[in-house]
């Protein structure tokens, strides 16, 4: 028999979701087998599986040893490096920056250099992440950037913490600016860009249309022009939906390419090898409450990146 007691960042989970982390080698056919068979319990007693657990509730496992992941022999992230470029960090969340060509989780099994393991293992080496401690809480950057744009991520270092950064992200209450260079000039210099989504799997590719057809999403952009570099447009674009490739796909729509985005048909890449886009800030336009409120209306800026070096190399070169 194998007991769990739920501290802080296990408590406000149900209980299949919390069994899935903390026994990921217990499949779900038979994590649900038990619970109804009572092998599975809470507080001795019987449980559900959408129960919510509380902080010093005890789930108790009458399972086989088997099913139970050991934590000796050490852990996968510390296969990675620890650097990271932190651009704020605080008792509860963490932002940093993504270099170009970096994931920000594994794609594949196996040791591979991504975002969250870093981020893992950065915590680790400074004694702010115990796994050993942990039964179902892993700190973790709360959205993606694909992997060739640069730029700001934010991450929860506790539970509580990574629950308000998903909620407040799935209500735009953490607002999301990039920097784009696109190609030939912007007009207007401002605009809401709305355009109905589809996701090309096979050749992972955003597919747009103006209207809406069965199977697809409305996204909104929206941008505002900065300044021209020769013949381009540098803007700021301000994302109030999240699918992958949407700044880029939205760009091409209006036949105004990101510098470098060969995907999505630039004819030019003025030195870049990717996408010229940049996550470069985020500002915390919280409405009520959280346990991050302390940061409310305060703005997150990155100061140096490729983009912003670019940008800051040719403004030089015009005095």
Do not use: W
């Not at 400074?126 to 730029?151: C, K, V």
């Not at 799997?201 to 249309?209: C, E, F, S």
């Amino acid at each position: 028999m194998r007991e769990f007691l739920i501290s802080e960042n296990d408590a406000n989970q149900r209980v299949d979701r919390f069994l899935n982390k903390a026994c990921p080698l217990l499949p779900s056919s038979l994590m649900y087998k038990y619970i109804r068979n009572k092998k599975i319990k809470v507080n001795k007693k019987r449980c559900t599986i959408s129960q919510r657990l509380a902080v010093k509730d005890s789930v108790q496992c009458y399972i086989k040893e088997e099913f139970f992941q050991s934590k000796e022999g050490g852990y996968d992230f510390t296969n990675v490096s620890d650097k990271l470029t932190v651009i704020y960090e605080d008792e509860h969340i963490l932002v940093a920056y993504k270099p170009k060509n970096m994931l920000v989780q594994k794609d594949q099994s196996g040791i591979q250099d991504n975002m969250n393991d870093r981020l893992r293992h950065y915590l680790y080496v400074r004694h702010a992440y115990d796994p050993m401690h942990e039964q179902s809480f892993t700190p973790a950057f709360a959205h993606r950037l694909d992997r060739n744009t640069e730029g700001i991520l934010i991450a929860g270092k506790t539970a509580a913490a990574l629950r308000c950064l998903n909620e407040k992200i799935k209500t735009h209450e953490i607002e999301k600016y990039y920097l784009a260079l696109a190609e030939g000039e912007l007009k207007p210099k401002e605009a809401d860009l709305i355009f109905y989504y589809n996701k090309d799997i096979r050749n992972n590719k955003a597919v747009l249309y103006r209207e809406p057809s069965e199977n697809t999403k409305q996204i909104h952009t929206h941008y505002r022009l900065i300044q021209t570099i020769g013949k381009n447009s540098l803007a700021e674009v301000q994302l109030f939906t999240g699918k992958s490739h949407q700044i880029r796909a939205s760009f091409a729509m209006i036949h105004h390419p990101l510098i470098g985005d060969k995907k999505y048909g630039v004819k030019q890449a003025d030195g870049f090898g990717n996408q010229a886009l940049c996550a470069y800030k985020l500002r915390f336009a919280f409405k009520d409450d959280c346990c991050l409120s302390y940061l409310k209306d305060r703005e997150i800026v990155l100061k140096s990146g490729e983009l912003i070096e670019y940008i800051q190399k040719y403004g030089e070169n015009q005095k």
